[in-house]
């Protein structure tokens, strides 16, 4: 093999490779979607007491999202089809959402901080509001920026600090805990099912993997109020 020939193999394996990695890095990004798809459907109804929730209490279906604020695919689910569920199944009465923290305190350094801040803002009946700014456009992590992000949603910005300060490590780890006793690997994840407004929980019927689009939760949702 002459030193040209030898150069342009070298090159090309060292293209291979990086295109190999790229390739890598993408697939473990989207690795949620694929491993919540083996779910099971839960046995028993799954419990919303305490939970922030969106839409009417005389809903027949409810979704319940367990979700990261820093990760991607759940930020796309948010831009890109959460609007559109809402206007058509929230707004109309027909679907009742609920939302569970499951960060990746691993891979997103700030998860858990946001989350803590959604929690606090929750205790002032802000937390939708709150939830909005986080994935739209966070300050950051800071207690300063959380306190910029807070401010701007019209939360109270002492007691909301005083409860940064504490924390909120306790609620964050129910919410963990369910979706690991539920072998949730990965977020977004939604568990689709009837709602029982006196019990408080909800018979989950199908689950939905990933920022999938409207098409997927209209079939589900669908499919629970036959």
């Known amino acids: 093999m002459t030193t040209k020939s030898a150069l342009e193999f070298f090159s090309t394996v060292a293209v291979l490779a990086v295109a190999f990695t790229v390739l890598m890095d993408m697939r473990a990004q989207n690795k949620p979607s694929g491993e919540t798809s083996t779910l099971e459907l839960p ?7 305490g939970v922030p929730r969106l839409g009417s209490e005389a809903s027949q ?4 999202e367990y979700s990261d604020f820093e990760c991607a695919f759940c930020k796309r689910f948010f831009s890109e089809t959460f609007p ?24 997103h350094p700030d998860a858990v901080r946001y989350a803590e801040s959604a929690v606090c803002a929750s205790e002032q009946g802000r937390f939708w509001q709150m939830h909005d700014a986080l994935f739209t456009a966070p300050s950051g992590a800071e207690d300063a920026e959380l306190e910029k992000t807070a401010l701007g949603v019209g939360i109270d910005p002492k007691p909301f600090l005083d409860c940064l300060r504490t924390g909120r490590l306790s609620v964050i780890g129910s919410d963990r805990g369910s979706g690991e006793d539920l072998k949730i690997r990965g977020t977004p994840t939604f568990l689709v099912g009837r709602f029982r407004r006196e019990t408080q929980d909800v018979k989950v019927m199908r689950i939905v993997p990933g920022a999938m689009p409207i098409s997927s939760f209209e079939t589900a949702i669908q499919r629970v109020l036959r």
């Open 43 to 49: 046995s028993e109804p799954v419990s919303i007491k």
């Open 61 to 64: 279906v409810a979704i319940i």
């Open 84 to 107: 559109l569920i809402k206007k058509r199944f929230v707004d109309s009465g027909v679907v009742l959402m609920a939302f569970r923290h499951y960060p990746n305190g691993s891979g």
